[in-house]
């Protein structure tokens, strides 16, 4: 089959001649023409011509390449390269580059030397009857004209100088032709007063609307503007509103379409210098502290979950005291929060009272290595949509957005987040940017993306949480990172965090399973601790500071707290000395064993309560002190004092009067106070939500060119006249043919080896055009080879509505 090597007469027919490498690139930077795969070349042209299609591939254009489609849209259609040219001054270099890429993406076709912007980005770009266009131009003079009288027509061409004419036609192609001439333009301008020059030099780079004063209401425009409305250099636009027409202003343009025009992208230099082990040293420390705060959350949420809004997220007061916890400022206490969210590690626990807490899978990430854990964390990062930094701001119907509520999700989040690691990554190794040479180059590449504040928000996140994450350190990619933001695939992307996960594991501190023991009852760890060591040493002694190592601090509380969890004094003997470096120093073991030695002494159950003890003379101690007052204490018996509070309140106060009490039920017996740290029902992590369709991989490009381009030869190959007797196919049906001579037909097809154009309707009732090469018939069915499958097929007779020969190819 031959192709016209004349140019192409529709979008169709540009991509119908493309190769398919080429489709390939256009499914790719528009991943939302494939759903569904379009049946022929016609309906991808269609789809791709649609309006929310069009925006949203406008929206992906870098700033000089929507600057070029930008000036095709006031530009004549089709538009002589030459005179795009001369609207881009400054830019010819970068001209075809943008052109390439504005036909790649299906928005311009025709020849290269005059090309031609889809229509509807035309309507998207370009000026309306009332409305400029992004070049800051107005309408042409025959849009804003449109609907001036024939009689008004004629006073515009004597006013500029022109003999009249017979027709408001000829009218205004002789006014078109004066302001498209640019000397006798020029001429006309340099008649104009000097007031009449402010006027246009206030119009002529936009917006090119205004509106007269209002001492003019009802009465003559000031005389500046009268002259200018007189020969047409302004016309009305309604009520007291003119607009300067889009000839008059590219004169006094000098021809720019734009006032700056920005051809090639802004540098992002290394203004910072460090040594890569210093870079990577310090990321992999950060990346040590990022592990052990979301550590303390899951602890703090295990032991005290926060309650659950009634409308979704976590309470501001929640919200302050997780910070105070974590001793971390708001912002980054909500981060963290928001990535152990999004990580499946945080979640609601379903329950009538909604309350966050831990997941179970967390603690089956508090037993992964930590470049694990660390792994578990980056990948959650790159993929969220969700922006931590908006907790605290409010929507469009001005209510407070809360972290872990609804409003956060932002769907340009991980594409700008992969764009800030990418520029980080073409960057020599330490090398750091400063975060405005980044916003900068996030504006040009994507001017249309998002808005300002939101870009300039998630650039300035995305530097700070890298920085916490241990993505980088002191502004620059750690080296073990530097896979990170080639990965665009999910497979990639597991592949690329597993390989930094590796990188990593040798800079991290190997966890310890003893402390250094010290005489002023403290322990110090001087790095992390095993799992099972952090947990005991945690309910043994309170934390008293955290940094390169941790301090411990063993009080009578504190050891008390273990005591209550069903540890003796001979446990707690033992562990310290099997986890200690040094000999247990005498006033610590001398602590342990009389806190050992008073617990329990008392014993407190539900009367109200009562107090138990076989010390007589404790019991009176207690009666006599005036702090156990509130309690309204009384002896029913010499070892037993009753009190009209209820246990809990009576164990803190007889704690808080310096006693050991312990807890006893019903039977007498001790009762254990473990702290039962709250989990979740088993929970999976929330999907980010998705921009639009994923990007398609290789595999799915190739099937579905293969696809279109057999679906196309289905619809545009020609074929034979039908047999005598037999239905043609209506123009854009499928073929209709009686089941004799489909039979026939298929039969002469297998013979002659010779493809057909057939109509089939499958089980589902959906109809299709495809071209076959029978192989077989046989038993009520033809095998194929199907040119849109690409793959042999059987066909059930009964279901083929028709079939035609094809055409021999001249």
């Known amino acids: 089959m031959t192709r016209e090597t004349g140019a192409p007469r529709t979008l169709a027919e540009e991509l119908r001649g493309r190769p398919d490498d080429a489709l390939g690139t256009l499914l ?24 929310a299609s069009v925006a949203r591939a406008v929206e992906r254009l870098d700033r000089f390449t929507l600057q070029t489609a930008q000036a095709l849209a006031v530009a004549p259609d089709p538009c002589p390269y030459a005179e795009l040219a001369a609207l881009l001054p400054g830019g010819e270099r970068a001209l075809p580059r943008a052109l390439a890429a504005l036909r790649d993406r299906a928005l311009v076709w025709g020849p290269k030397d005059r090309p031609r912007l889809v229509r509807t980005a035309r309507e998207l770009l370009a000026a309306g009857p009332s409305a400029p266009s992004p070049t800051g131009l107005g309408p042409t003079l025959a849009e804003a004209a449109a609907g001036t009288s024939p009689g008004r027509l004629q006073e515009l061409v004597t006013g500029a100088g022109l003999p009249t004419t017979h027709d408001p036609v000829s009218a205004l192609t002789a006014l078109t032709e004066l302001f498209t001439d640019g000397e006798r333009l020029a001429d006309l301008l340099a008649r104009a007063p000097r007031a009449a020059h402010e006027v246009l030099a206030k119009l002529v780079w936009g917006p090119p609307y ?152 967390a603690d089956a990430w508090l037993d992964q290595p930590p470049q694990d854990r660390w792994a578990a964390l980056v990948a959650a990062w790159l993929t969220a949509t969700r922006v931590p930094g908006l907790a605290g701001a409010r929507d469009g119907r001005g209510r407070t957005l809360a972290a872990l509520g609804p409003g956060l999700d932002r769907t340009a989040a991980p594409v700008l987040r992969r764009r800030v690691l990418e520029l980080l990554a073409a960057l020599p190794a330490g090398g750091a940017p400063h975060e405005p040479d980044l916003l900068a180059r996030l504006r040009w590449e994507r001017p249309l993306r998002t808005s300002e504040e939101l870009r300039a928000a998630l650039c300035a996140a995305t530097v700070r949480e890298a920085e916490l994450l241990g993505v980088t350190g002191r502004g620059a990619l750690a080296a073990y990172a530097r896979p990170l933001p080639a990965a665009r695939t999910g497979a990639e992307r597991a592949a690329a965090v597993e390989s930094a996960a590796d990188g990593l594991a040798p800079l991290l501190p190997e966890p310890l399973d003893d402390v250094l023991l010290q005489a002023d009852l403290t322990a110090v760890a001087p790095g992390p601790l095993r799992r099972p060591l952090a947990d005991t040493l945690g309910m043994l002694a309170d934390v008293e500071s955290k940094g390169g190592a941790t301090v411990y601090r063993f009080t009578p509380d504190s050891v008390r707290r273990a005591l209550d969890a069903g540890q003796s004094a001979a446990d707690v003997h033992a562990f310290l000395a099997a986890h200690s470096r040094t000999p247990v120093p005498q006033p610590l073991t001398y602590l342990v064993d009389d806190v050992a030695r008073r617990h329990g002494r008392l014993r407190v159950g539900a009367a109200s309560s009562y107090v138990r003890c076989d010390d007589d003379a404790l019991l009176a101690e207690i009666l006599a002190d005036k702090r156990s007052a509130p309690l309204r204490p009384r002896l029913l018996a010499p070892t037993v004092l009753a009190a009209e509070a209820d246990p809990a309140e009576l164990l803190a106060t007889l704690r808080a009067m310096g006693y050991a009490p312990a807890a006893e039920s019903a039977d007498g017996d001790v009762l254990l106070a473990r702290a039962a740290a709250h989990r979740t029902p088993p929970r999976t992590a929330p999907e980010p939500v998705s921009e639009g369709p994923p990007r398609p991989d290789d595999t799915l490009l190739a099937a579905a060119v293969r696809a279109v381009r057999a679906g196309d030869l289905a619809a545009t190959a020609p074929h034979a006249a039908a047999r005598p007797g037999a239905r043609g196919a209506p123009p854009g049906g499928l073929p209709r043919t009686g089941a004799a001579d489909t039979l026939a037909t298929m039969q002469s097809a297998v013979l002659t080896g010779s493809p057909v154009w057939m109509g089939y309707v499958n089980a589902e009732g959906a109809a299709s055009q495809r071209v076959i090469d029978p192989v077989r018939v046989e038993g009520g069915f033809v095998t194929a080879y199907d040119h849109t499958a690409d793959e042999v097929r059987t066909f059930a007779l009964h279901r083929v509505t028709g079939v035609a020969e094809l055409a021999e190819e001249a």
């Open 28 to 51: 790719r930077a528009r991943p939302d023409l494939l759903t569904p795969v379009p049946g022929d070349l016609t309906q991808l042209a269609t789809r791709a011509a649609t309006r």
């Open 210 to 361: 205004g509106t007269l004063g209002a001492e003019t209401d009802g009465a003559a425009p000031s005389p500046p503007v009268r002259w200018l409305l007189d020969r047409g250099l302004l016309l009305p636009a309604g009520g007291r509103t003119v607009v300067l027409p889009r000839e008059v202003a590219l004169h006094l343009r000098g021809g720019r379409a734009h006032r700056a025009l920005e051809p090639d992208p802004p540098p992002v230099p290394v203004r910072a210098e460090h040594r890569p082990a210093t870079v990577d040293a310090s990321a992999a420390g950060q990346a040590f502290t990022a592990l052990g705060t979301v550590a303390d959350l899951l602890d703090a949420w295990g032991a005290a979950p926060p309650p659950v809004l009634r409308a979704g997220g976590l309470g501001v007061r929640d919200l302050k005291r997780t910070a105070a916890t974590l001793d971390l400022p708001e912002p980054v206490a909500a981060f963290w929060i928001e990535l152990a969210y999004a990580a499946g590690l945080v979640a609601s626990d379903g329950e009538t009272d909604e309350r966050y807490a831990p997941t179970p899978a």
